[in-house]
């Protein structure tokens, strides 16, 4: 495998042919997707899922640049002088790269059973409340540091992403074409519905639906759950155990929709709440968290409002630190 080639692909650095090349070499064979995949991955500071022959890959990928050899042989001598400098000006760079690639890439066994070109994706550095929209119609967004990742474009069978974070999907319906939402523990399928996926610290993933039916497994296929409108299911990364249960998270979609909602709420329930909607540390009093049973509503309102209306509902006092805020 010329990694010299592909890093430079990476870089936007490829003429027209040379990125012609590397989509044929692309859709020559999933090992190659695979090896791509695990490079840019590598590229982009994410962490390896696969192992692979080089000699395998090298060999694929031979035969692509085989055939281009006739017609770029008179390109290549004219431009002979200029990508000699060029490499002269990377060849230490690579060198490297290619040898902690190498490192990291041959020395993970761990299996990806359904290896996508992840070429493209998306992140979210604050909340967005608008939709990205895949190129099959599908709707994401994504709420503040999550990110997708995708393909250029969808297979003919499957509709595959990644996500790291929490996002909200509408799948375009599609029969022949199942969409797969990978995440850290679990995989979402579905032809076409609505869910939310939330994901915590990589040890507890939950996937609420929203409208249709969702199907959610883990990643050995070992344990599977269906889930209709007003259910969800908890993936706990520690002990391996996928749950389905009724939603019972008024505020699962607070961040896209900006509404808190609270029902007879204890502080227990509130400060979740809180937490997880504005993205701070909060915590209270052990000897409040069962008590109250509050009732609010507060739309795209800023955390000191809301917490102001909780010291003079509820009588307790809210003392800012530097970094959390306490409720006693």
């Known amino acids: ?59 694929d990928w031979q035969k692509v640049k085989a055939k281009a050899l006739d017609k770029k042989e008179a390109k290549d001598k004219a431009q002979g002088k200029t990508r000699r400098l060029w490499v002269t000006r990377i060849a230490a760079a690579v060198v490297v790269l290619g040898v902690a690639f190498g490192l990291i890439y041959f020395g993970s066994l761990r299996p ?46 499957r ?8 996002g909200f999907f509408e799948v375009k319906r599609d029969e022949k074409r199942p969409f797969t939402v990978q995440t850290n523990g679990v995989d979402v399928r ?9 994901q915590k610290d990589s040890t507890h993933t939950k996937v609420t639906v929203n409208s249709g039916k969702v199907a959610v497994a883990t990643k050995d296929g070992a344990q599977r759950v269906e889930l209709v409108k007003g259910e969800a299911s908890n993936f706990n990364a520690q002990n391996a155990s996928l749950s389905k249960a009724l939603n019972r998270d008024l505020n699962y979609l607070a961040w896209k929709t900006g509404a808190l909602v609270f029902k007879k709420a204890t502080m227990e329930q509130i400060v979740a709440d809180l937490q997880r909607h504005y993205q701070v540390n909060i915590s209270c009093a052990p000897a409040l968290r069962q008590q109250f049973g509050f009732n609010g509503t507060f739309k795209d309102q800023p955390l000191k409002e809301v917490l102001q209306v909780l010291e003079a509902t509820l009588e307790v006092k809210v003392v800012y630190d530097r970094n959390a805020i306490f409720i006693k």
């Open 1 to 59: 495998m010329d990694i010299e080639f592909l890093i430079k692909y990476l870089m936007k650095k490829t003429s027209a042919a040379e990125t012609q090349q590397v989509k044929e070499w692309l859709n020559s064979n999933e090992k190659n997707q695979t090896y791509f995949v695990r490079l840019k991955e590598w590229y982009d500071k994410e962490p390896p899922l696969v192992s692979l022959s080089d000699a395998e890959v090298a060999q």
């Open 112 to 157: 990806q059973p359904t290896p996508v070109a992840y070429t493209q994706s998306k992140s979210a550095q604050s909340l967005n409340k608008k939709a990205w929209v895949l190129e099959d119609g599908t709707k994401v967004w994504l709420n503040k540091n999550a990110r997708i990742y995708f393909p250029e474009k969808f297979d003919d069978n």
């Open 159 to 166: 509709r595959m992403v990644r996500l790291e974070g929490e």
């Open 190 to 198: 579905v032809l076409g519905t609505s869910f939310n996926i939330y």
